[in-house]
């Protein structure tokens, strides 16, 4: 495993730990599609195919193209170009401008993508907005006010702990405060199971990994250290059952 000039790693400044996982992802896959959770249906599947069958769950439960669709949180944008693709009147959205400088490079302005956090969107119709993994990073009032004023539909793929006490949101309390704001729960599908193996597919990897962490993307070994020790709290907490991963789909009445 060779190191390369730190100038020619794209996302060496991107938020960590998001940086350790595209390094990884890159030299044990040869490259970045997504930046969610993998949903793996048995041992020894690929992380890109795991990570493919969070996508399909989504397609699976939106309306027929061209249908309005909003992906909070794009990540490197492989999801909305997909949306594109397949006739959808879709856009993106994220606060990052580290993500829309990656997707930029990767699609052009060939995918509609704005910086602008979902809270602080101007309210437009969607048919449907999607939170793939970015739910966990918005306040549950902030989140079901603003889809209000947007949709009727929203459709979320996050952790969430059941226990009070942890950064995530915890599951009746996010649930709780959708009902509030007119959002019904139509479906939840645990997933915590297939979810899992992903903290087990970084750890397994980050140590052999630790020399070119620290001279490509210029981490210490106290971070990697640290990022080790958090995964096995999240391996732990995932066995307990007091983080889980769900899919839920909410809906407002008409």
Not at 74 to 81: A, D, N, P, R
Request: aromatic share 10%.
């Amino acid at each position: 495993m060779r190191a390369v000039s730190p100038a020619d790693v794209p996302y060496r400044h991107f938020y960590y730990p998001l940086n350790v996982f595209m390094h990884v992802l890159t030299h044990e896959e040869g490259g970045v599609a997504h930046l969610h959770y993998g949903l793996f249906e048995r041992p020894g599947e690929s992380i890109a195919s795991a990570q493919e069958h969070s996508t399909e769950l989504l397609l699976e439960r939106l309306p027929p193209p061209p249908a309005r669709v909003l992906d909070v949180g794009i990540g490197l944008g492989t999801t909305l170009e997909r949306l594109t693709r397949l006739g959808y009147d879709a856009k993106g959205i994220t606060p990052d401008e580290k993500q829309i400088a990656m997707v930029r490079e990767r699609y052009g302005n060939a995918i509609p993508v704005g910086q602008v956090a979902f809270e602080n969107l101007f309210p437009q119709p969607f048919d449907v907005v999607i939170f793939q993994e970015s739910s966990q990073y918005i306040k549950p009032a902030a989140l079901f006010g603003k889809a209000r004023e947007v949709t009727n539909s929203v459709i979320v793929l996050d952790e969430f702990s059941v226990a009070s006490g942890s950064t995530l949101h915890r599951l009746d309390e996010f649930l709780r405060v959708a009902a509030l704001y007119g959002f019904q729960k139509r479906e939840e599908l645990d997933l915590s199971a297939r979810a899992a193996p992903t903290v087990d597919y970084f750890m397994e990897r980050i140590p052999r990994y630790r020399e070119m962490l620290v001279s490509d993307l210029g981490l210490t070994n106290e971070e990697i250290d640290e990022l080790m020790a958090s995964g096995e709290r999240y391996r732990e907490l995932y066995n307990r059952g007091t983080y889980v991963y769900k899919l839920l789909r909410l809906e407002r009445g008409r």
